[in-house]
């Protein structure tokens, strides 16, 4: 059984800093693609950033800048480091990740992590 396991969100205030973490766990043979999207009430989920098949990254034009994706492959896991945070990254952060499980190439989502960014 695969599943995705985020932590590290929370509140903070606006220019503050935030790391999020997203392990996959479970039988897993590789990873394809692992990145993170955001919603934020009454909007679609969007991508924030993710690191592709190849290992280059992506990232939200809205990041960027502001934003690092990074991993560590031995712990099947991937990082966001958010600085500068504004109001409008405020959302609940869902990590997404392409797997190979067995001989099956599956796609799985995280349960969410909210980060509300306040004053």
């Known amino acids: 059984q695969v599943q995705l396991v985020e932590s590290g969100g929370g509140l903070v205030q606006p220019g503050g800093s935030l790391r999020l973490s997203c392990a996959a766990a479970?039988?897993?043979?590789?990873?394809?693609?692992m990145g993170w999207y955001r919603q934020a009430p009454g909007n679609e989920r969007e991508l924030v950033a993710v690191?592709?098949?190849?290992?280059?990254?992506n990232y939200a034009d809205f990041v960027k800048g502001r934003f690092t994706i990074s991993k560590d492959n031995n712990k099947n896991t991937v990082y966001l480091q958010m600085n500068s945070l504004l109001p409008e990254d405020t959302a609940v952060y869902y990590c997404?990740?392409?797997?190979?499980?067995?001989?099956?190439?599956?796609?799985?989502w995280g349960q969410g992590t909210q980060v509300t960014v306040s004053s």
């Open positions: 997404n990740a392409d797997l190979m499980v067995g001989l099956l190439r599956r796609n799985y």
């Open positions: 479970g039988s897993i043979f590789s990873i394809h693609s």
């Open positions: 690191f592709n098949s190849g290992g280059s990254t």
